[in-house]
């Protein structure tokens, strides 16, 4: 073989290759195209079927339908059937917005919310945000986005509807004293405070109260450097307010408790496909010495309740408060090829003293039970709840 045959051997293959990597990346997604005993070798029966109808839907329908629509319902109608309200599927767009969230970057209307059946309950209203100026207020509830229920839609999949590019509009339906609001909002960018801190009084004692809103990336770094400012001011005692902080991160979770539980367990997983694991502290915390005492309501989920149950079950600090949410089991987010993730449960999480505060896979459990029982009026100025969580250290 002459080399010149082999040199344009070597140019014909190369031109060729591009050709050949668009036909199989268009074979890849209309497999139904495939002669059919090559489709049959390649793709499974599941997936030729799925792929087929979505085929015959996209050429034959009676009007012009969008395929990346019909993939994006096909893909949440199958986690509906789940019946698992923590699980979703996020679209393209949806979790492009979620990302920012996670790391307390986004565009939104400026609040924080937790899940309940009908929607999403509000828990914190930024100052001078577009959901204070529109008069929402803790307490509220939402239901509908842009007309759109969300009931029985999981956290992640009904705040990402609300999220969007600053200078759009959103329509929030807000349930409040047995009435039915509609407000129209602009949204903006929200820079959401993942800590804040004070530094109180009481009975001639500092104290230091760090309030976290959320388990997004670095979380505990913020939290671990609120507490030394205030043990470096005096503080003599640390209170951690998880009220309305309905979870995030696994990885945050255990290291937010570590900066509190010197050593030993925080908290175990369990999942089908994931295997039993054992999170332990870090390292790295705070004098022991130091008293906390962890400050929880009904808005307190998943993330909040392992470290709120970290402290209590290795006798590091007390819980005071109302019965936390209940949620006994984690997700893990998966992208997709077409850009989209699914938001998906994969296992249990287990406190420890070997205690799993849901109900039983999705089901909502009995939670955290506080030793010291605390509820803020809503009516009031006061924080009742806060003002008892300080008098802890007193006892």
Known sequence: MSRRFLQRLVLGLAALLPVLLALGIWLGGHPSSLPAPIRDALVDDDTAALDEALDIIEADYYRKVDRSRLVDDSLAGAVARLKDRFSAYLTPGEYARFKASSH??????????????QGLRVTRVFDDSPAQRARIRRGDRIVAVNGRSLAGRSSRSSTALIRGRPGTFVTLTIARDGRRLRERLKRARVEAPSVSSSLRTVDGRRLGVVELSGFTSGAHGEVREAVDRLLERGAKGIVLDLRGNGGGLLDEAV?????????????????????????????????????????????????SEIVAAAIRDRGRGKVVGTRTFG????????????????????????TPSGENLGGGGPKRGGGIRPGVPARDDPDTRRDEALERALREFAS
């Open 104 to 117: 307390g970057r986004f565009s939104g209307v400026g609040m924080e919310v937790t899940q309940v059946p």
């Open 255 to 303: 290291l937010t408790a570590s900066v509190f539980i010197p050593e030993g367990t925080i908290v175990t997983t369990d999942g089908r496909s994931r295997g039993r694991r054992v999170y332990r502290a870090t390292g790295g915390a705070i004098r022991r010495s130091i008293p906390v005492v962890v400050l929880v309501d009904d808005g307190s989920a998943s993330a």
């Open 327 to 350: 949620k006994g089991v984690f997700q893990e987010v998966r992208e997709l090829p077409n850009g989209g993730a699914l938001d998906i449960t994969v296992g249990e999480y287990f």
